[in-house]
Antibody
Framework: EVQLVESGGGLVKPGESLRLSCVAS????????MNWVRQAPGKGLEWVSS????????YYADSVKGRFTISRDNAKNSLYLQMNSLRAEDTAVYYC????????????????WGQGTLVTVSS | QSVLTLPPSVSAAPGQKVTISCSGSSSNIGNNYVSWYQQLPGTAPKLLIY???KRPSEIPDRFSGSKSGTSATLGITGLQTGDEADYYC???????????FGAGTKVTVL
């Protein structure tokens, strides 16, 4: 069974850091562009960051650029998101997703998806 | 405010057809692939359509996608109560160097 399992979410104070992890089973992440997508409570989907299969292409949403760092370890079949200087507006469920991409790592689609991990930033 | 425009909601009776239009621009839909996602209440999103009009093998052919110019459309035929969900379109925006989603459309089965 193809599965992505996120971990590392929790309650932190503004300005603090958190590291999210995502472990895949049933498929090899090495062949996929991997992504983080978040969803604030009661809101729509917001793309956060993507990393190509060999880490050649990395993209971030403007809202997290300079604060978040995406990385991957294909040997561990894992994806990570280091989140620094967290803000209240970063509060969301963070989904890990595999996906397809084209030239220059341009993201085309997201599949499969994990079940998400909740990050709450509050004093 | 999303760069992709979706209607907030659509509704129809069981067995009927609904279409959801996603409007963008030449920097996103006009020059990149569109995908569609279904999010049932309390669950993770699921890929319905990729590369404008392709369906993953597990998605029934009641779901279809198309693209013309700077707009894309998701069609759902034979509407079922289990189709009540939020639907999102998404694509790459070449000007932003970012992936963008529409704000979501809530489908209600009357």
């Amino acid at each position: 069974e193809v599965q992505l399992v996120e971990s590392g979410g929790g309650l932190v104070k503004p300005g603090e850091s958190l590291r999210l992890s995502c472990v895949a089973s049933g498929f090899f992440v090495s062949t996929y562009t991997m992504n983080w997508v978040r969803q604030a409570p009661g809101k729509g989907l917001e793309w956060v960051s993507s990393i190509s299969s060999s880490s050649t292409y990395i993209y971030y949403a403007d809202s997290v650029k300079g604060r978040f760092t995406i990385s991957r370890d294909n040997a561990k079949n894992s994806l990570y998101l280091q989140m620094n200087s967290l803000r209240a507006e970063d509060t969301a469920v963070y989904y890990c997703a595999g996906g397809g991409s084209g030239a220059f790592g341009v993201v085309s689609w997201f599949d499969p998806w994990g079940q998400g991990t909740l990050v709450t930033v509050s004093s | 405010q999303s760069v992709l425009t979706l209607p907030p909601s659509v509704s129809a009776a069981p067995g009927q057809k609904v279409t959801i239009s996603c409007s963008g621009s030449s920097s996103n839909i006009g020059n990149n692939y569109v995908s569609w996602y279904q999010q049932l209440p309390g669950t993770a999103p699921k890929l319905l359509i990729y590369e404008n009009n392709k369906r993953p093998s597990e998605i029934p052919d009641r779901f279809s996608g198309s693209k013309s110019g700077t707009s894309a459309t998701l069609g759902i035929t034979g509407l079922q109560t289990g189709d009540e969900a939020d639907y999102y379109c998404g694509t790459w925006d070449s000007s932003l160097s970012a992936y963008v989603f529409g704000a979501g459309t809530k489908v209600t089965v009357l």
